[in-house]
């Protein structure tokens, strides 16, 4: 939990002099270090785990060593500085992105108050636009006329290890959202230059354990937390003897690894092991036993979720390249993807580039309904709301929306869905077909404006759990909203980071929200064959009227 | 201070080009004819240049900001204009953003109050400003058109008459002048006013400003207030596009001298500066690309084809014996092995 | 992916545009104005660089005070040499050709005065 009490936090955030609260800071920003100190940093990554991404992509990850974020010395190459400016030159080679976001930046500012951590932190360096100038800043003095000539009078400035530090506060206080890129005319997108920021830092050897982890336990053994095939598939197993108390029926479709099945399922994997991401694996579950799906779920590619994604594109395309591998293994003809934020970014955008083309998938096709994916019909994957919202279109699952009375449903769109993908009727669809009660927050606050949860990217760690409540804050306040006018109790998404971190979040902003997929509430409204009467929701809480 | 050096700097460009006329031998050449020409050659070569600079990397993914619902199944409605995915969506979007400024638009403005409670409002402001600048600033080098050619083409009478349709005095007040004076001063003000922007911004970001209101200013000031001989000016700007050098640069009112220098100054500095956001808004992947990546699969020319994933043989190896006791299907059956011999699966 | 067949297009574009008034004047300068002096007198009522550049102004002040003051017809020049202050009895009576002598420079200068949207335009042979 979070070091500083809600009550001072509240305080802070709007009262504190800051950038958000209208005192403008002594010093320019050139001249105010970076200062680390405990709790707002991620501690670096462990050197064993980043000496295993060494090795598997030799040079993307610098010299594994033991370092701390607040000794002043990082360890690092003595060429260090060489290595960030080759690392810049190459990415503008390779980006025309990074060019065009480096050159065009006029700083009119539109996107300074659409960061949620300025919006809770006040921060100026976490105003988009700055954010970006730390590293535009070097980029002018290493590689423009002007910035060479004219030196700071055109914002330029040399390679430090002051503006190291600096690159390592701030391009790990982005969670690569993309809302300031909705807001600006040239469609600057700050999470693609944190993203140019976070490869440079992992070249030399900056990095932070809680991604490095997840990311070599994701390429062994399949999923984030390193489960073994065995542990994986006794989770998923053990949730069905959950699935069998609530609803009376024991489910039979549940499979690992088969050959042959039509449909390779892929979830991020907290939905196997964690609260409340396995309530929505139970729902996944139920449906596909309603209408008897042919699929499988593989345990080598047990994670959709991608921590390569926050570290270079290298990682990402070798992590993500186990999908694709084991739908080929299988021999199934197309995949489909569980509620996952992040996991959606690389699939809709980057997967079919990188690990493509699939000659060896079909266009997907619902067996149920017959309706073809036609907008997958490259990747070959479909999300899983967009393949629920289909069943429900033509009523093919038979539900009973009233189990869901006890919950005063809002819905969070889950960053990368929503400005990445474009995912945001196909949800809410489902949601008013599976609950009574659907509010809507603020629209400046959903769809294509909608605010993270404050610890996207690798962020969801404990060691900066105040900056993630503040991060958080605008969320959180935008469902405080529809909590205090509608009494909204529960917080929907598809998002499974979201999952973990608006738990925090609403325990500690709103603690009578809770936090769930939108697949539990299609488990709960999922009238099966053979059931009984039930009392309680998937995750044993009563049901309306049966509370007594 | 960022303020100030860049206002120190245009007025010493006004001084500079005022005292070359009026003292140095030749100087009307100078800053009549010979800056022009390299400044117009430097813009132009460099301009390019930028762009094709950019073209040289690729666009590795397809990376379009999703500003509304996609194209999925046939009942939900897509938004075809903040969503593309059809080229002819893209065009439509890039039309809006080009030149309607649709990002800017969405603007809000966000404040925090005690609780804490943030609010948003809409705050039209800049992008209502930002397109009067423009179109403004766009009208006025169209009406310079009638300096440069000889006959004067259809559109530059219209846009005369529109743009001097209120008859207010002789000659005539163009609205546009005003318009774009306003505009500059608002967007020099909010720079400054606002403490997130004035803490933004850099000497970069008001010389432009200042060195465009000085051309405004100087404009105006030609036109309504000391008077000057257009037609001896005309004769320049037009022998400066026909090659014919015979204007009486003597006649001419030094005011023009400096009032040209500073559009020399732009010109010149416009490919190296954030003015490029002229050619950067067309290039921009986040705007020019349809929300198709899974319809159709993007190219990539580095993708690295030797980066493959931790293979399912390997991952096989390292677990079998578990997977075989878990009931896992495995692709090679466990080797008869004595027990005490079996391989350690954790490491 | 380059988009080289947007990018090569869009800048041949832009080069034409900006180049506008280069192969728009190609081959000369066309013909410069040579307005046709009188021939009854030497001095008009300002001196030439003054008339040149400010005539409107001058012209717009009569109308303002003639027509809407009440002001006096005749005005005097700097020597006291008086004339009359109207566009067509005055002006004119000199500079008798609105096409050989105000049409030269408008024209050239793409300068349409709205002089004639209230006088008459005086009838011109060839």
Same mark, same amino acid.
């Given at each position: 939990m979070a070091d500083t009490k809600v009550g001072p936090m509240s305080l802070s955030v709007a009262k504190d002099p800051s950038l958000m609260t209208g005192a403008i800071p002594a010093k320019d920003w050139m001249?105010?270090?970076?200062?680390? &100190?405990?709790?707002?940093?991620?501690?670096?990554?462990?050197?064993? +785990?980043?000496a295993y991404h060494g090795k598997n992509l030799p040079g993307k990850f610098g010299e594994s060593r033991d370092w701390k974020v607040e000794e002043d010395d990082w360890k690092l190459p003595e060429n260090w500085k060489e290595i960030i400016i080759n690392g810049i030159k190459e990415r503008l080679d390779k980006f025309r992105s990074f060019k065009i976001f480096m050159d065009c930046c006029v700083r009119c500012g539109a996107c300074a108050d659409k960061c949620h951590f300025f919006l809770g932190t006040g921060d100026p360096k976490n105003m988009p636009v700055l954010?970006?100038?730390?590293?535009?800043?070097?980029? %002018?003095?290493?590689?423009?006329?002007?910035?060479? =000539?004219?030196? %700071?009078?055109?914002?330029?400035?040399?390679?430090?290890?002051?503006?190291?530090?600096?690159?390592?506060?701030?391009?790990?206080?982005?969670?690569?959202? %993309?809302?300031?890129?909705?807001?600006?005319?040239?469609?600057?997108?700050?999470?693609?230059?944190?993203?140019?920021?976070?490869?440079?830092?992992?070249?030399?050897?900056?990095?932070?354990?809680? =991604?490095?982890?997840?990311?070599? @336990?994701?390429?062994?053994?399949? @999923?984030?937390?390193?489960?073994?095939?065995?542990?994986? &598939?006794?989770?998923?197993?053990?949730?069905?003897?959950? +699935?069998?108390?609530?609803?009376?029926?024991?489910? @039979?479709?549940?499979?690992?690894?088969?050959?042959?099945?039509? =449909?390779?399922?892929? +979830?991020?994997?907290?939905?196997?092991?964690?609260?409340?991401?396995?309530?929505?694996?139970?729902?996944?579950?139920?449906m596909f036993e309603h209408i008897g799906l042919d699929y499988t779920i593989s345990t080598y590619s047990s994670e959709g979720g991608n921590f390569g994604l926050f570290t270079n594109n290298e990682l990402m395309k070798k992590l993500n390249g186990k999908i694709y591998a084991e739908a080929k293994r299988l021999g199934v003809k197309w995949i489909l993807g569980?509620?996952?934020?992040?996991?959606?970014?690389?699939?809709?955008?980057?997967?079919?580039?990188?690990?493509?083309?699939?000659?060896?998938?079909?266009?997907?096709?619902?067996? =149920?309904?017959?309706?073809?994916?036609? @907008?997958?019909?490259?990747t070959k994957m479909v999300h899983i709301s967009e393949f629920t919202a289909d069943l429900i279109k033509h009523g093919k699952l038979k539900l009973d929306p009233s189990r869901n009375n006890? %919950? &005063?449903?809002?819905f969070h769109d889950s960053c990368n869905p929503a400005r990445a993908m474009g995912l945001l009727e196909e949800p809410r669809y489902i949601l008013k077909n599976v609950c009574n009660n659907f509010y809507e927050m603020p629209e400046n606050t959903i769809r294509e404006q909608t605010f993270c949860c404050g610890s996207g990217t690798g962020l969801n760690t404990g060691e900066i759990m105040d900056l993630r409540m503040r991060g958080g804050l605008p969320r959180a306040n935008a469902v405080k909203h529809v909590h205090d006018k509608h009494g909204v109790n529960m917080l929907s998404c598809v998002c499974a980071i979201d999952r973990a971190t608006l738990l925090s979040l609403m325990q500690y902003w709103n603690p009578d929200v809770e936090v769930c997929g939108i697949s539990e509430l299609v488990g709960n409204a999922l009238i099966m064959e053979g059931e009984q009467v039930r009392e309680t929701g998937l995750r044993s809480e009563p049901l309306e009227g049966m509370e007594g | 201070m960022r303020v100030l050096y860049s206002l120190a700097i245009v007025l010493a460009l006004m001084l500079l080009a005022y005292t070359g006329v009026e003292v140095l031998p030749g100087g009307r050449t100078l800053f009549g004819v010979v800056l022009p020409w390299l400044a117009?050659?430097?813009?132009?070569?460099?301009?390019?240049?930028?762009?094709?600079?950019?073209?040289?990397?690729?666009?590795?993914?397809?990376?379009?900001?999703?500003?509304?619902?996609?194209?999925?199944?046939?009942?939900? #409605?897509?938004?075809?204009?903040?969503?593309?995915?059809?080229?002819?969506?893209?065009?439509?979007?890039?039309?809006?953003?080009?030149?309607?400024?649709?990002?800017?638009?969405?603007?809000?403005?966000?404040?925090?109050?005690?609780?804490? #409670?943030?609010?948003?409002?809409?705050? #039209?402001?800049?992008?209502?400003?930002?397109?009067?600048?423009?179109?403004?600033?766009l009208v006025i080098v169209l009406r310079h058109m009638r300096l440069f050619t000889n006959p004067v083409p259809f559109f530059v009478h219209a846009l005369e008459f529109g743009d001097g349709f209120l008859q207010v005095g002789a000659p005539p007040i163009y609205i546009t002048d005003l318009v774009f004076l306003g505009a500059v001063t608002f967007l020099f003000l909010r720079r400054v006013v606002l403490p997130a922007i004035r803490y933004i911004s850099?000497?970069?970001?008001?010389?432009?400003?200042?060195?465009?209101?000085?051309?405004?200013?100087?404009?105006?000031?030609?036109?309504?207030?000391?008077?000057?001989?257009?037609?001896?000016?005309?004769?320049?700007?037009?022998?400066?596009?026909?090659?014919?050098?015979?204007?009486?640069?003597?006649?001419?009112?030094?005011?023009?001298?400096?009032?040209?220098?500073?559009?020399?100054?732009?010109?010149?500095?416009?490919?190296?500066?954030?003015?490029?956001?002229?050619?950067?808004?067309?290039?921009?992947?986040?705007?020019?690309?349809?929300?198709?990546?899974?319809?159709?699969?993007?190219?990539?020319?580095?993708?690295?084809?030797?980066?493959?994933?931790?293979?399912?043989?390997?991952?096989?190896?390292?677990?079998?014996?578990?997977?075989?006791?878990?009931?896992?299907?495995?692709?090679?059956?466990?080797?008869?092995?004595a027990d005490e011999n079996a391989p350690a699966a954790s490491e | 992916m380059y988009d080289k067949d947007k990018i090569i297009p869009g800048l041949i574009v832009f080069v034409g545009l900006v180049t506008f008034p280069l192969w728009y004047g190609f081959g000369g300068g066309g013909k410069l104005p040579v307005p046709e002096k009188p021939t009854n007198s030497k001095e008009c009522v300002m001196p030439t660089a003054e008339m040149r550049t400010s005539h409107m102004v001058m012209l717009n002040q009569w109308r303002d005070d003639i027509v809407r003051m009440g002001g006096a017809r005749l005005g005097q020049t700097a020597d006291g040499t008086q004339y009359i202050r109207s566009l067509q009895k005055g002006c004119m009576k000199c500079h008798t050709s609105k096409k050989k002598f105000c049409d030269e420079c408008h024209t050239y200068a793409a300068v349409n005065p709205y002089c004639w949207d209230c006088h008459i335009q005086p009838k011109e042979a060839n």
């Open positions: 001249d105010t270090p970076a200062i680390f &100190k405990p709790g707002n940093y991620c501690y670096p990554g462990k050197k064993e +785990i980043a954010r970006a100038e730390l590293l535009r800043s070097v980029y %002018r003095n290493e590689f423009t006329k002007a910035g060479k =000539i004219l030196g %700071r009078f055109a914002g330029a400035r040399e390679m430090t290890f002051g503006v190291l530090k600096e690159w390592f506060m701030y391009f790990y206080q982005c969670t690569e959202c %993309r809302r300031c890129s909705v807001f600006c005319p040239y469609g600057i997108d700050t999470a693609e230059i944190t993203m140019m920021a976070r490869e440079i830092l992992h070249l030399v050897g900056v990095n932070t354990n809680w =991604i490095l982890e997840p990311a070599s @336990n994701s390429n062994r053994t399949g @999923n984030h937390l390193g489960l073994q095939p065995h542990t994986f &598939k006794e989770n998923a197993e053990f949730l069905l003897d959950d +699935i069998e108390t609530v609803t009376g029926v024991r489910l @039979n479709s549940l499979n690992f690894n088969r050959k042959g099945a039509e =449909i390779l399922f892929v +979830i991020p994997s907290a939905d196997v092991f964690a609260e409340p991401g396995i309530f929505t694996f139970m729902g996944y579950l139920l569980g509620e996952c934020g992040h996991m959606w970014r690389v699939l809709h955008q980057y997967m079919d580039t990188m690990n493509g083309p699939t000659d060896f998938l079909q266009v997907p096709k619902s067996p =149920i309904t017959g309706t073809v994916f036609e @907008n997958a019909a490259s006890h %919950r &005063k449903v809002t | 117009f050659v430097t813009f132009l070569f460099f301009f390019v240049a930028k762009i094709v600079d950019w073209a040289k990397s690729p666009v590795p993914f397809r990376i379009p900001t999703t500003c509304g619902q996609e194209n999925s199944l046939p009942w939900i #409605k897509q938004n075809k204009l903040d969503c593309p995915s059809t080229t002819a969506g893209v065009w439509g979007r890039m039309f809006l953003e080009i030149f309607l400024f649709r990002s800017l638009f969405r603007n809000t403005r966000a404040e925090i109050h005690e609780g804490p #409670k943030l609010v948003y409002g809409s705050s #039209k402001y800049l992008w209502l400003f930002g397109l009067m600048f423009h179109y403004s600033f850099l000497p970069a970001d008001y010389f432009p400003l200042f060195l465009i209101f000085g051309i405004g200013l100087t404009g105006v000031a030609m036109r309504y207030f000391f008077r000057v001989d257009v037609i001896s000016i005309k004769t320049l700007t037009h022998g400066l596009v026909t090659f014919q050098f015979s204007a009486p640069l003597e006649s001419i009112s030094s005011l023009f001298f400096v009032h040209l220098f500073l559009v020399t100054t732009l010109m010149a500095y416009f490919p190296f500066s954030k003015l490029m956001h002229l050619g950067g808004v067309f290039l921009s992947p986040t705007r020019n690309m349809a929300n198709n990546s899974r319809m159709v699969r993007h190219i990539n020319p580095w993708n690295d084809p030797s980066i493959k994933p931790h293979s399912y043989a390997a991952y096989e190896d390292d677990f079998r014996e578990f997977m075989v006791e878990a009931g896992l299907p495995v692709e090679k059956e466990l080797e008869p092995k | -």
